[in-house]
């Protein structure tokens, strides 16, 4: 609209990361997410924001998303499905399932979504004083791995009240806690 607008400065970054308090357990790494982060069972949230449609594959995404949380862990995501690897040639093979597709792939991998928006107004990367404003109707979504026997042991000997739940949860599949498990512990 104005001078000021256009030439307005925007710092890279805008949170440096050296005034983060030495005593938090934070890190940045460079590389490829699915060859960086390949431990298993090792986090207890992973949270992607404007990312899951930068893979070529997004199954790849998902799967390996649930491959390093801990059971009974959180994957949290925002942003839109604006595959990066539509338009151009890739020498792999790529995918773009719309979210319909992606959430049913999402519960296959083994997640229970327990919190879900569709059509979030959400920007992205932009000027908010620019005459044009682009706008994403994103998706928000929490979904959780769900619980083993032995995690459920634990909270069993950390909580007794738990104990009518968990013996139902005794009876899920492939150790796997059942949905109703997950969903009482989040009250
Ligand atoms: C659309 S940006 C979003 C960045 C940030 N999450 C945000 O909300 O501003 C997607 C980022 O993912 C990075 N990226 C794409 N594929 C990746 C991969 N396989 N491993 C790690 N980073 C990747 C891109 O380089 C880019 O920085």
């Not at 924001?49 to 994957?75: H, K, M, Q, T």
């Not at 040639?89 to 049913?104: A, G």
């Not at 005459?131 to 109707?137: D, G, P, R, S």
């Not at 492939?174 to 989040?186: E, I, L, S």
Request: contains cysteine.
């Amino acid at each position: 609209m104005t001078c000021e607008h256009q030439l307005l400065a925007a710092k890279v970054p805008d949170v440096l990361p050296s005034t983060v308090q030495s005593s938090a357990n934070f890190s940045m790494a460079a590389g490829d997410f699915l060859k960086v982060y390949t431990e298993p069972d090792e986090w207890d949230c992973v949270a992607t924001c404007f990312f899951i449609d930068c893979a070529p594959n997004v199954i790849e995404f998902v799967e390996s998303i649930y491959n390093i949380l801990r059971p009974g862990g959180f994957w949290i995501n925002l942003g839109p499905l604006l595959y990066h690897y539509s338009d151009i040639q890739c020498s792999e093979d790529t995918i773009e399932p719309p979210y319909d597709i992606l959430r049913d792939i999402i519960t296959d991998v083994g997640f229970v979504i327990v919190k879900e928006k569709t059509a979030v107004k959400t920007k992205y990367a932009q000027n908010p004083n620019s005459m044009l404003q682009h706008e994403y109707n994103s998706v928000f979504f929490v979904c959780q791995k769900p619980a083993t026997i032995d995690t459920i042991f634990t909270i069993l000997v950390n909580d007794n009240t738990q104990a009518h739940t968990c013996v139902q949860c005794l009876e899920g599949e492939n150790g796997k806690a059942k949905k109703h498990h997950t969903q009482r512990r989040r009250r």
